[in-house]
Nanobody, 127 residues
Framework: QVQLVESGGGLVQAGGSLRLSCAAS????????MGWFRQAPGKEREFVAT????????DYADSVKGRITISRDNAKNAVYLQMNSLKPEDTAVYYC????????????????????WGQGTQVTVSS
């Protein structure tokens, strides 16, 4: 069982930056590909970014490419989401998720296939 706790959300002006963290406990995070998803009010949950177990492979939603970077520190059992040039449309609750993979290179875009989820952290971008 993996427990995930997100932190780092908050209120920021458009153009600003935030760094979200996801701390894991209960199992070594290096067995899992990780993903970040978000859900805005009244909208479906959407994929933001994913990173493989090794950290060598990443993938991003088109809407965040060039502005957001996912990274991980397996020694600290943590995953991060660095968000720059934030826009009001980035406002959402951000969730991290873990997907078990044998391959160190696999990533996962489909949220339904993740094994564990955190409770989320609110990000609000004001215009």
């Amino acid at each position: 069982q993996v427990q995930l706790v997100e932190s780092g959300g908050g209120l920021v002006q458009a153009g600003g930056s935030l760094r979200l963290s996801c701390a894991a406990s209960g199992a070594p995070l290096n067995n899992y590909a990780m993903g970040w998803f978000r859900q805005a009010p009244g909208k479906e949950r959407e994929f933001v970014a994913t990173i493989s177990r090794s950290g060598w492979s990443t993938d991003y939603a088109d809407s965040v490419k060039g502005r957001i970077t996912i990274s991980r520190d397996n020694a600290k059992n943590a995953v991060y989401l660095q968000m720059n040039s934030l826009k009001p449309e980035d406002t959402a609750v951000y969730y991290c998720a873990a997907k078990y993979f044998r391959s160190p290179m696999s990533t996962m875009i489909a949220g339904a296939l993740y094994d564990y989820w955190g409770q989320g952290t609110q990000v609000t971008v004001s215009s």
